[in-house]
């Protein structure tokens, strides 16, 4: 719900592999040198609007300076490089299949190698330009491929970490990649160094102190060991905002509250806004109505709520979407919100009367297998949903309430609602961040709270397992509104299932240690939300309590 600007999604087609959150796309960096290569240079001033306002500098300050823009002069366009690795192709094939390749190194040692898209700048500008002009540091969003390989470079792969406090040197290589049946990678094309200053960001050093957990929690306080100094580094972070918009984190440890901590102005009674967490609300009220008798199982079909006739571009495909392919995104309608250009697409849903139906109007994808084929689609979730409100007694707020909320001790709440006034399943659901713990918990007790069975186990265990495949996250699988992957740290693989919602929210429920780990963020227009949690939780939370 509520996607980033166009900006930040046209750049990530630009510059990855694809929109979902993940490692760079593998590349290759050669080390041989090449005599003719150009020498990149350094400016520290608004170039990319006023190319006449450059000023060559020799040393860059980080977090002081707002600009630094690259310069390099090729003997021949990209074109021309890209016909060395590959002389029988056509240029159209060329362009299809490659681009520059960047490498940033701080104190000579590799931190990150990218393979730029190919659609990162015009074919025109591949065919004939020589003279590169690429801001990097800029004091706000801009629409260019070169600012985000910074963001990229900077806070997804490691720079941050390396450029610390101190003095550095940071080297940039430029060369061509060809991406055929093998990735071919051409000689150095340009390469330069700058001295890097960075100065310490101030911060208040109570911030990174470790908050003590105040009474009448809900919980028993755990008293297991875990390493202080890494959740104190992690504040630090939050305090001097290298990890941005982080609002609460909050581990539960042996089903016993172990850290509690809050930033940027929030506090245990703020209500939190996860954005797409909410959607699993829909998969765990739909297990609790199936346990109830008011909807016989995910297998039925839409037909049986809807006369799908009543709707645009009936299909007879319709009439076997089931619940299940809702659940799992893996439905046949043409809905995807990861395409901009899709008609399901979720900001597409947003200014109609009736959500649902427009849903129920979408066209089916013909080439789309139902259970399968997975892709983001709020849309569905929504008419899960409504099918849930129109089967239980009460509809679904004040059921969720009775069944759900009142039993786990959850009495602060508030919904969203659609057009149509149903509890909204497309997202936002706010919570506490004890809350959104304790609905965690839930799951990792199979189902339990306090001796109660709220969830039936046997769907708790279809809820987090692999139902659906994802082909674009890297070892990644998709249960009932649960995502499935893993962390690796120092070695041991960490398994877990998430609710994972825009801005890097997350409940994780992890599978083989005794751990529920909820962090509640808002940044919501950053295209690094989610990686920065994964940073979190690979560097910090998870060494600092195994």
């Known amino acids: ?10 750049l990530l087609l630009l510059l990855c592999s694809s929109c979902t959150p993940a490692e760079s796309q593998a590349v290759a960096r050669q080390s041989n040198s090449n005599s003719k290569a150009s020498k990149i240079t350094f400016s520290n001033s608004d170039d990319w609007k006023n190319p006449a306002a450059t000023q060559l500098i020799d040393t860059f300050k980080l977090n002081e300076d707002q600009y630094l823009n690259l310069h390099f002069d090729l003997e021949e366009p990209l074109l021309a490089a ?11 094939e060329l362009l299809s299949k490659g681009n ?10 590799l931190i990150f190698s990218h393979n730029l898209n ?8 591949k065919q004939t330009n020589r003279t590169n002009l690429i801001p990097l540091v800029y004091p706000a969003p801009i629409d260019f491929w070169g600012w985000y390989l910074w963001l990229r470079f900077y806070k997804m792969a490691g720079g941050e970490d390396a450029l610390a406090s101190g003095q550095h040197n940071l080297t940039i290589e430029v060369r061509s990649y060809l991406q055929g049946a093998a990735l071919k990678v051409g000689g150095l094309l340009a390469v330069g160094s700058i001295p890097v200053e960075v100065k310490e960001i101030p911060y208040d050093l109570s911030a990174a102190a470790i908050q003590p957990i105040a009474a009448n929690s809900g919980w028993t306080i755990s008293k297991a060991p875990y390493k202080v100094s890494k959740i104190e580094s992690l504040n630090k972070k939050i305090a001097q905002n290298r990890f941005i918009d982080i609002n609460s984190i909050v581990v539960i440890k042996n089903n016993e509250l172990l850290i509690e901590e809050y930033f940027n102005g929030s506090n245990r009674e703020t209500l939190h806004n996860p954005r797409s967490v909410g959607k699993t609300i829909a998969s765990t009220m739909l297990g609790i109505a199936i346990a109830d008798g008011h909807l016989k199982s995910e297998q039925e079909k839409l037909s049986a709520f809807y006369n799908l006739k009543d709707f645009e571009n009936y299909d007879p495909t319709k009439e076997n979407i089931s619940l299940k392919s809702l659940l799992t995104m893996s439905s046949s309608f043409l809905g995807n919100d990861d395409d901009y250009s899709s008609p399901g697409n979720e900001e597409n849903m947003y200014p109609t009367k009736d959500w649902v139906k427009f849903t129920l109007d979408l066209p089916v994808n013909p080439d789309k297998i139902m259970e399968k084929d997975f892709e983001y689609f709020t849309a569905g979730i929504v008419v899960l949903g409504d099918i849930i409100h129109r089967s239980v007694p009460g509809g679904l707020v004040k059921y969720t309430d009775e069944k759900f909320f009142e039993p786990i001790g959850i009495t602060k709440r508030n919904w969203q ?3 149509q006034n149903v509890g909204n399943t497309a997202g936002g659901l706010q919570l506490r961040a004890l809350d959104f713990a304790k609905w965690g918990q839930v799951y990792k007790n199979n189902g339990v709270w306090k001796r109660q069975q709220l969830i039936p186990k046997d769907w708790v265990e279809k809820s987090l397992d692999h139902q659906v495949t994802q082909e674009q996250v890297e070892h990644g699988s998709y249960g009932y509104l649960f995502w499935n992957n893993s962390y690796t740290v120092e070695g041991k693989e960490y ?6 919602g825009r801005g890097g929210n997350k409940i994780y429920i992890f599978k083989d240690i005794p751990l529920v780990v909820v962090i509640n963020a808002s940044a919501y227009n950053l295209p690094f939300a989610h990686l920065q949690v994964d940073q979190m939780m690979k560097r910090y939370i998870l060494p600092a309590v195994n």
């Open 417 to 419: 609602f659609t057009p």
């Open 82 to 92: 890209l016909k060395k690795l590959d002389p029988t192709a056509s240029d159209a």
């Open 1 to 10: 719900m509520y996607p980033q600007s166009f900006l930040f999604c046209s």
């Open 118 to 125: 190919t659609g990162a700048g015009s074919a025109k500008s």
């Open 495 to 500: 398994a877990y299932s998430s609710c994972s």
């Open 100 to 109: 520059y390749q960047f490498s940033f190194l701080v104190d000579d040692k």
